[in-house]
C-alpha cells in the first residue's frame, strides 16, 4: 500500500536529519503554522517590553568600538546576547530575552556588532558570521568590569553562527558555563542560496536594504576601500564577494563561507549549549540542519518540524508576548 504523504514527509525528514529527532515539545499556534508567519508575526505584532538599562561604549585595541546594553538588574549571573544581521537593541527576540533573562534573576548584556547600534563604526571593516575576535574582547571585558566572565551566551542567527564557531574553536578552554543559540545558518552558503527563493527572497531583500544603506553612510565619513557600487549587488553572495569578504580579509565569498560556517565548528564544543532550529526556517533549507555524528556530546538540539527563522510561536506564547525558545533558552540556563 502506498504511503501517505504525511508519512512520506516524516521519513524524509528523518533521513535528512540522520537521526537528530523532531522534538514533540513545540505546536505552533493553528493561525501561524506557515514558516513566513512564524517569521514575520513577531516583528511586527510582538509588543517590545520596558527595559531600563545602561549603554555603555568599549574601546577596541585596533581603535574602533563596540556598545554594550547592560541590564541593571545585579546579579552574579551575566548572560551575554549577541543579535542576527543588521539587528539591534530593538529587535524583538533581543527585547524578548534580555526581558525574560531579568524575569528569570540573570543580568543580561547586549553586544551589538560593530555599526549596529545606530552609529557608525570607526574603521572599513564591520563585522560578519564568522568574527569571534570581538566576542572573545567583550568577553574579556565583561570578566574586568564584573570580576567574573560570563555565565553564559546566548546568539540568535548570525549571533548564534559566530557564538558556535567561537565555542568550537576555544573547545575545553571556553570560559562559558552554558550557551544557546536559535536559528543558526550553519552553512553560510545555504543561507545565501536558500535566500534566492520564492517568498524568502523578500527577506534578501529588506536585509540587502539595510547594508547597503550603512554602507552609503559609513563611507560618507570615511574613504572606502573598496570599488564597488553596492546598490547593483543584488544577491547575498554577490555582496559578501564585493564587500565582507574583501573588507575582512578574504580571497572573496566562498571563502568566507568555507572558514566561517559554524557546522565544521559543532564536534569540538565542550560548553553544555542548547541549540534551537526549525527545519521549516525559510533562511534555510533542510539539509542545513548539522546530523547527529556532528554534534559534540556537550550539544542539546532542539529540532522542530515548524517555528521560521526566530520565531517558535505556540499559542500560549503568542498570546502572551513571548516565545517558545524564550522559554526554553531560560530553563536551559535555570539548570
Same mark, same amino acid.
Given at each position: %500500500?502506498?504511503? #501517505?504523504?504525511v508519512?512520506?514527509?516524516?521519513?524524509?525528514?528523518?533521513?535528512?536529519?540522520?537521526?537528530?529527532?523532531?522534538?514533540?515539545?513545540?505546536?505552533?499556534?493553528?493561525?501561524?503554522?506557515?514558516?513566513?508567519?512564524?517569521?514575520?508575526?513577531?516583528?511586527?505584532?510582538?509588543?517590545?517590553?520596558?527595559?531600563?538599562?545602561?549603554?555603555?561604549?568599549?574601546?577596541?585595541?585596533?581603535?574602533?568600538?563596540?556598545?554594550?546594553?547592560?541590564?541593571?538588574?545585579?546579579?552574579?549571573?551575566?548572560?551575554?546576547?549577541? $543579535?542576527?544581521?543588521?539587528?539591534?537593541?530593538?529587535?524583538?527576540?533581543?527585547?524578548?530575552?534580555?526581558?525574560?533573562?531579568?524575569? !528569570?534573576?540573570?543580568?543580561?548584556?547586549? %553586544?551589538?556588532?560593530?555599526?549596529? !547600534?545606530?552609529?557608525?563604526?570607526?574603521?572599513?571593516?564591520?563585522?560578519?558570521?564568522g568574527?569571534?575576535?570581538?566576542?572573545?574582547?567583550?568577553?574579556?571585558?565583561?570578566?574586568?568590569?564584573?570580576?567574573?566572565?560570563?555565565?553564559?551566551?546566548?546568539?540568535?542567527?548570525?549571533?548564534?553562527?559566530?557564538?558556535?564557531?567561537?565555542l568550537?574553536?576555544?573547545?575545553?578552554?571556553?570560559?562559558?558555563?552554558?550557551?544557546?543559540?536559535?536559528?543558526?545558518?550553519?552553512?553560510?552558503?545555504?543561507?545565501?542560496?536558500?535566500?534566492?527563493?520564492?517568498?524568502?527572497?523578500?527577506?534578501?531583500?529588506?536585509?540587502?536594504?539595510?547594508?547597503?544603506?550603512?554602507? $552609503?553612510?559609513?563611507?560618507?565619513?570615511?574613504?572606502?576601500?573598496?570599488?564597488v557600487d553596492?546598490?547593483?549587488?543584488? !544577491?547575498?553572495?554577490?555582496?559578501?564577494?564585493?564587500?565582507?569578504?574583501?573588507?575582512?580579509?578574504?580571497?572573496?565569498?566562498?571563502?568566507?563561507?568555507?572558514?566561517?560556517? #559554524?557546522?565544521?565548528?559543532?564536534?569540538n564544543?565542550?560548553?553544555?549549549?542548547?541549540?534551537?532550529?526549525?527545519?521549516?526556517?525559510?533562511? %534555510?533549507?533542510e539539509?542545513?540542519?548539522?546530523?547527529?555524528?556532528?554534534?559534540?556530546?556537550?550539544?542539546?538540539?532542539?529540532?522542530?518540524?515548524?517555528?521560521?527563522?526566530?520565531?517558535?510561536?505556540?499559542?500560549?506564547?503568542a498570546?502572551?508576548?513571548?516565545?517558545?525558545?524564550?522559554?526554553?533558552?531560560?530553563?536551559?540556563?535555570?539548570?
Amino acid at each position: %500500500m502506498r504511503p #501517505s504523504r504525511v508519512w512520506f514527509n516524516k521519513f524524509r525528514k528523518l533521513l535528512l536529519t540522520k537521526s537528530l529527532r523532531i522534538t514533540p515539545d513545540f505546536k505552533p499556534a493553528w493561525w501561524l503554522r506557515s514558516p513566513h508567519l512564524q517569521t514575520l508575526w513577531p516583528v511586527f505584532f510582538k509588543k517590545r517590553h520596558r527595559l531600563d538599562l545602561k549603554d555603555e561604549q568599549v574601546e577596541l585595541d585596533d581603535g574602533d568600538f563596540i556598545d554594550l546594553c547592560w541590564s541593571k538588574n545585579l546579579s552574579d549571573k551575566t548572560v551575554l546576547i549577541l $543579535h542576527g544581521l543588521e539587528g539591534d537593541i530593538n529587535s524583538h527576540y533581543i527585547n524578548g530575552i534580555l526581558y525574560r533573562l531579568e524575569q !528569570s534573576g540573570c543580568r543580561p548584556v547586549l %553586544m551589538h556588532f560593530r555599526g549596529c !547600534s545606530g552609529r557608525i563604526n570607526r574603521l572599513p571593516r564591520a563585522y560578519h558570521s564568522g568574527e569571534t575576535g570581538d566576542l572573545a574582547f567583550i568577553v574579556e571585558h565583561i570578566k574586568k568590569v564584573t570580576g567574573n566572565y560570563p555565565y553564559a551566551a546566548v546568539g540568535f542567527s548570525l549571533g548564534g553562527n559566530v557564538l558556535l564557531k567561537w565555542l568550537g574553536e576555544t573547545g575545553a578552554n571556553n570560559p562559558l558555563k552554558k550557551a544557546a543559540a536559535v536559528s543558526v545558518p550553519f552553512r553560510l552558503q545555504d543561507a545565501a542560496e536558500r535566500l534566492e527563493r520564492g517568498l524568502s527572497k523578500i527577506y534578501r531583500d529588506h536585509l540587502l536594504v539595510s547594508l547597503r544603506k550603512t554602507y $552609503h553612510e559609513k563611507f560618507k565619513k570615511i574613504k572606502s576601500p573598496l570599488d564597488v557600487d553596492v546598490n547593483q549587488l543584488k !544577491s547575498f553572495r554577490d555582496y559578501d564577494d564585493r564587500v565582507t569578504a574583501p573588507l575582512h580579509g578574504f580571497s572573496g565569498a566562498q571563502d568566507y563561507y568555507d572558514k566561517c560556517s #559554524s557546522r565544521q565548528f559543532l564536534k569540538n564544543i565542550s560548553v553544555p549549549t542548547r541549540i534551537i532550529h526549525s527545519l521549516d526556517d525559510p533562511f %534555510m533549507f533542510e539539509s542545513t540542519v548539522p546530523t547527529q555524528d556532528e554534534l559534540s556530546n556537550s550539544i542539546d538540539f532542539l529540532l522542530t518540524a515548524h517555528g521560521g527563522h526566530v520565531g517558535f510561536l505556540s499559542a500560549s506564547t503568542a498570546l502572551n508576548n513571548g516565545s517558545w525558545s524564550e522559554d526554553k533558552i531560560t530553563e536551559f540556563l535555570k539548570k
